[in-house]
C-alpha cells in the first residue's frame, strides 16, 4: 500500500462545476499536510495548506480529519484555468522529515 | 520571499557524460535542500535529502555513486548525475526548507522549476 493515495483521475469536469478530490494517507503519526498543484512540465505550487480545522481560500476548501487519515479538496465554480494535477503532500518525521507526495489527480475544465 | 532557483532549466547530452545540476536558495538560507525526481505522468519521489556540511541521506534503490550530491553553503546544493544513461532522462526537481520560517511554514518546502534532463 502506498503511503499516500490519490484517485489518479482524469476528472473532466465543465467550467462552473465543483469538483472534490480525496487522498489518504497511511502513517498516524504524519504531521504537517498540504495540496500543491502542478502544471505541465512546471515544478509543483502550494495551493494550501491542511488544518484540521478546516480552512477556505476563495473557490477552494480543503479537509483533514486525522481520525480516518483522509484529506481533501473541494474546488467551487471551476475555471479553465484550474486545469492542472493537484498533488497531496503529507509531510512525516519518522527519522527525518520529509514529503510524501501523493500519485496527484488530474483536472481538466472543459469549456 | 522564499525563491528557489534551479540551473540549468534543460539539459541534453551524450550517454556516459556527467551532468551537474545546481540549486540555490535566493532570499533564505537553507540547511536542508531536497532533490525529487519526476517521470512522465508519475508524482515525484524524493532522491535525497541534502544537509549542509555533511553528506546526504539517500533514499532506498538511489545510487549514491551515481547521483553525487554537494551542499557546501546554505544557499547552494549541487546534483550530478555521473555517467548518465538515456534511463537517467527525467525532470530533476530540487526545494529547500526555511528553518527560520513561522508556523507551518516551517514544514513547507519551496520548489525550483526544475530541470529536465536528456541523455541521448
Known amino acids: 500500500r502506498k503511503e499516500v493515495e490519490q484517485d489518479p483521475g482524469p476528472f473532466n469536469v465543465p467550467e462552473g462545476a465543483t469538483v472534490a478530490f480525496n487522498c489518504t494517507y497511511s502513517?498516524?503519526?504524519?504531521?504537517?499536510f498540504f495540496w500543491y498543484r502542478q502544471d505541465c512540465r512546471k515544478e509543483p505550487k502550494l495551493l494550501m495548506s491542511v488544518y484540521s480545522s478546516g480552512n477556505e481560500d476563495g473557490r477552494f476548501t480543503a479537509q483533514l480529519n486525522r481520525a480516518s487519515q483522509y484529506i481533501s479538496l473541494l474546488i467551487r465554480d471551476s475555471k479553465l484555468s484550474d486545469s492542472a494535477t493537484y498533488l497531496c503532500v503529507v509531510t512525516t518525521v519518522s527519522g527525518t522529515y520529509k514529503y510524501i507526495f501523493g500519485t496527484g489527480t488530474r483536472l481538466k475544465v472543459l469549456a | 520571499g522564499a525563491v528557489v532557483s534551479q540551473h540549468p532549466s534543460w539539459v541534453i547530452c551524450k550517454s556516459g557524460t556527467s551532468v551537474k545540476i545546481e540549486c540555490r536558495s535566493l532570499d533564505f538560507q537553507a540547511t536542508t535542500m531536497f532533490w525529487y525526481r519526476q517521470f512522465p505522468k508519475q508524482s515525484l519521489m524524493l532522491m535525497a535529502t541534502?544537509?549542509?556540511?555533511?553528506?546526504?541521506?539517500?533514499e532506498q534503490g538511489v545510487e549514491k555513486d551515481k547521483f553525487l550530491i554537494n551542499h557546501a553553503s546554505l544557499t547552494l546544493s549541487t546534483l550530478t548525475v555521473t555517467s548518465a544513461h538515456p534511463e537517467d532522462s527525467s525532470f530533476y526537481i530540487c526545494s529547500a526548507r526555511d528553518p527560520l520560517a513561522r508556523g507551518t511554514g516551517n514544514n513547507e518546502q519551496f520548489f525550483g522549476p526544475g530541470t529536465r534532463l536528456t541523455v541521448l
Open positions: 541534502s544537509n549542509e556540511g555533511s553528506k546526504a541521506t539517500y
Open positions: 502513517n498516524s503519526a504524519s504531521q504537517s
